[in-house]
Each structure stands twice: as structure tokens, then as C-alpha cells.
Nanobody
Framework: VQLQASGGGLVQAGGSLRLSCAASGRTFSSYAMGWFRQAPGKEREFVAAISWSGGSTYYADSVKGRFTISRDNAKNTVYLQMHSLKPEDTAVYYC??????????????WGQGTLVTVSS
């Protein structure tokens, strides 16, 4: 599975962005998908995950209620809708395919990352 993340950019605090992650390969629908982020000087951290069917979703406490993960298996795409963005959300965001988990090690495939910058 190859993953291509897009949709990052510069936004003011309180604004919204939608990230997309397009996957190649016919096995996309068999993988759970996750979004992670990494800020400068910090470790990669879990943001959200969704089961292969889309029936179950999981969020980090820091984004719960503001971010929504979804997927469209017909389009081989997973999304991260982000609202009420804060400066502390600034990071490179990565999509990943693998086992439903909050741990990066449980994911087998990673996209290249897309930068989200939230100005105060």
C-alpha cells in the first residue's frame, strides 16, 4: 500500500482544514487507518484511527471533539477533518495503514506527511 497525504497548509487559530490520504492498492479496505503528527523536537504522536469498515473511530484526548476521521473505501481515501485549530496543532501530519492502534509501531505503511501550521 502506498499512501499520499495532502491538504495541509497555513491557517489561523480557530480555523479548519481537511487532510486527505489517498492509497494505492486493492487491499486498502482491509487495513485500519491512522493519523499521527510530529511537531519539531517532539515524538510522533497518535491523533486518530479508524477501523477497516469505518465503524469504529478513536481519538487522542487533545483532538477529541475537534477532529473527525473518516474513510471512503470506494475511493481508497481516508480523511481528517480538523476544526477549531490551535497553535499547538502545528505539526507534520502522517497517515498510516496497519492495525487499529495508538502505537506507531502497529502500522505497516506510512505516507510522506503534510505540514499543518496554525498561527495565533
Amino acid at each position: 500500500v502506498q499512501l499520499q497525504a495532502s491538504g495541509g497548509g497555513l491557517v489561523q487559530a480557530g480555523g479548519s482544514l481537511r487532510l486527505s490520504c489517498a492509497a494505492s492498492g486493492r487491499t486498502f479496505s482491509s487495513y485500519a487507518m491512522g493519523w499521527f503528527r510530529q511537531a519539531p523536537g517532539k515524538e510522533r504522536e497518535f491523533v486518530a484511527a479508524i477501523s477497516w469498515s469505518g465503524g469504529s473511530t478513536y481519538y487522542a484526548d487533545s483532538v477529541k471533539g475537534r477532529f473527525t476521521i473518516s474513510r471512503d473505501n470506494a475511493k481508497n481515501t481516508v480523511y481528517l477533518q480538523m476544526h477549531s485549530l490551535k497553535p499547538e496543532d502545528t505539526a507534520v501530519y502522517y497517515c498510516a495503514a496497519g492495525h487499529r492502534s495508538r502505537r506507531p509501531i502497529e502500522y505497516d505503511y506510512w505516507g510522506q506527511g503534510t505540514l499543518v501550521t496554525v498561527s495565533s
